[in-house]
């Protein structure tokens, strides 16, 4: 009977441990199936996003070769008299079409006595016909005042922007595969910092490599030509032109001599003072002769 009791105790004692046991299995189930934060997910998301982004707006390096031609800059002023100012300037016109060009500005001037018209046009023209179109056009003026042509040479300053475009694309690539990689958030926003402040740079220095691309394909000319108009249409020897002459130089005469004599008015009555006193003294004198 003692052996029983024993046995009993024994195998109430084991399911109360089994009973205790099984919470603590629950609960270690339930942390090992908890999901992971949104915060995470959410941040990695957006980092593929903005990977794909940049890696579709950036051209791949090193793919490119960068260009070493000679890049040459032209760019001067002409200016030249012609007889017909709107027959030069059609033929400017013409001449810019068929070689590719256009006018970028265009100003008139008149003269302040209307003696002289010009106008100024601001040209561009294909670098390849610049030689060509400047040829055209010292044939089409009637005499070339001024002429001043520049010739620079920017193939170094190219390849200088262009070689610190292409090491950025590079550091801008690296960037985006560590930002592929990346787990931790704060990681993250790190190089999304990196990346925004990398393309910014790239941007400035694709637009300078831009500007310059466009001045070297494309030349610059300013070109002023002007007609003066004569004022004279009679001929300078004839009578009527000569009367005129006279004319007007005797007019100038007496406005010179009436303003002449407003100016010296008091040495004028000092002298009138002195040539009464004068004669009085003398009448005087001559009547004291006729008294002895």
């Known amino acids: 009977m003692k052996s029983y009791i024993i046995s009993f105790t024994l195998l109430f ?62 760019e001067g002023e002409i200016r030249f008299h012609t007889g017909n100012l709107n027959a030069a300037k059609q033929k400017i016109v013409n001449s810019l079409q068929s070689l590719g060009g256009y006018v970028a500005e265009e100003t008139e001037t008149n003269g302040s006595d209307n003696s002289q018209k010009e106008f100024d ?3 561009r023209v294909p670098s390849k016909n610049f030689d060509r179109f400047l040829n055209a056009l010292q044939a089409s003026g009637d ?12 193939t170094s300053d190219f390849i200088d922007i262009a070689t610190r475009l292409k090491n950025k694309q590079l550091l801008e690539s690296r960037y985006l595969d560590l930002l592929r990689r990346a787990t931790k958030t704060s990681d993250l926003l790190e190089i999304e910092d990196k990346i925004a402040d990398i393309r910014t740079d790239i941007e400035s220095t694709q637009g300078q490599l831009n500007y310059m691309t466009r001045q070297v394909a494309f030349s610059s000319l ?26 007007t ?21 000092i002298a009138l003072i002195g040539f009464w006193w004068f004669r009085r003294w003398i009448r005087k004198r001559k009547l004291e002769k006729d008294t002895e």
């Open 121 to 123: 046009l601001k040209i």
């Open 249 to 269: 130089q005797s007019w100038d005469i007496v406005q010179g001599l009436f303003f002449t004599i407003i100016t010296l008015w008091p040495v004028l009555v």
């Open 222 to 247: 300013d070109i002023t030509f002007y007609n003066k108009q004569s004022e004279r249409t009679t001929n300078e020897n004839g009578f009527s032109y000569r009367f005129k002459q006279a004319i």
């Open 13 to 74: 004692a084991l399911c109360a441990c089994e009973k205790r046991s099984e919470p603590s299995k629950m609960q270690a189930a339930d942390v090992m199936l908890a999901p992971l934060p949104m915060v995470e997910e959410k941040a990695v998301g957006n980092a593929n996003s903005l990977a794909k982004s940049a890696a579709d707006k950036s051209v791949s390096p090193q793919k490119e070769t960068i260009d070493t031609s000679k890049k040459i800059i032209k």
């Open 143 to 154: 005499s070339i005042d001024t002429k001043n042509i520049r010739r620079k040479d920017v």
